[in-house]
């Protein structure tokens, strides 16, 4: 099995149970599947493509299939500001005429335009935002960043700045949910994998100091910056109120033609396991 994660800080918690045991003990992986990291629009293309069995995907890139499922509880959301995705704007944030959109993102992408749409009855023109880029030099007059980019303090001066987590947990009065474990069709041996998916994050979760001393000085932030980032910025638990905030995100991606209708976000059916179902 062919399994892709994110390649941002932010999934670090979910992987370290999957890779700390061999990188400490330098001994060659005992896993049965093989580990990759991407950006996350990528994942998804690659999990449509049939190149992943399962990967961490763009909450919103699961509604482009019905026959995706998600195979574990584990997942990227956050309760309130989440640091890693922001909207950077020149100008008030109702005047934006152009928006640049990360290309490392599909999720956030739609979540800035439902946030522009419903709180500022606005739908800028977008254009596209390069990975390889300085996102400040792009001339858009509102830029959506995510992941590692995103967290460091801009070096221009910007009229507002979003944390879409932030704007989204206070407008819904729900948490949100960025990435999901998902699996494509006709995939066997989900359910050990799930297991360990969900033991994964646990042990992640159980070890965030050593894992925010090892990462901080590789993203130039302090040891405890990366550890509030991971502890009380992100939230790695797919429960009711996440699965809440992401139908509420569904019918409003719908809404706006980003997403089709007739996918149901599944109801919670045990720790680890969700099977997915069309309306
Ligand atoms: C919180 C984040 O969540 C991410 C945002 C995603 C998106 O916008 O499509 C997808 C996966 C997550 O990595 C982040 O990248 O900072």
């Not at 995706?68 to 704007?89: E, M, N, Q, T």
């Not at 522009?116 to 254009?127: C, V």
Request: overall charge negative; some cysteine; charged content about 20%.
């Amino acid at each position: 099995m062919k399994v892709g994660a994110v390649s941002y800080l932010n999934t670090k918690p979910l992987v370290y149970g999957l890779t700390a045991i061999e990188s400490s003990t330098r001994e060659p992986s005992t896993r049965d599947f093989e580990l990759v990291f991407d950006l996350p629009s990528r994942l998804a293309d690659r999990l449509a493509r049939g190149e992943l069995d399962v990967a961490l995907i763009p909450s919103i890139e699961f509604f482009q299939n019905p026959s995706y499922s998600i195979i574990s509880d584990a997942c990227i959301g956050c309760r309130g500001p989440v640091f890693s995705v922001k909207l950077f704007s020149r100008v008030p944030v109702g005047k934006i005429r152009t928006l640049a959109l990360d290309e490392g993102s599909r999720t956030s992408a739609a979540l800035v335009q439902i946030l522009l749409k419903e709180r500022h009855g606005i739908s800028p023109q977008l254009l596209p935002l390069p990975i390889g880029s300085p996102w400040e030099e792009s001339p858009a007059d509102g830029i959506l960043v995510i992941g590692d980019r995103a967290m460091h303090p801009p070096k221009s001066q910007f009229a507002e700045i979003w944390d879409l987590g932030d704007v989204w947990c206070r407008w819904a009065e729900l948490p949100f949910v960025f990435a999901m474990w998902v699996a494509r069709p006709g995939i066997e041996g989900t359910d050990e994998l799930a297991a360990q998916l969900s033991a994964a994050r646990d042990q992640g979760l159980a070890n965030l100091p050593q894992i925010a001393a090892t990462e901080a000085p590789r993203y130039g932030l302090t040891t405890e910056q990366c550890l509030v980032y991971l502890r009380d910025n992100l939230h790695f638990y797919l429960h009711d109120r996440e699965l809440c905030g992401l139908r509420k995100f569904h019918e409003h991606a719908v809404r706006l033609g980003l997403a089709p209708a007739g996918v149901a976000v599944p109801a919670l059916a045990g720790a680890a396991r969700i099977n997915t179902g069309t309306t």
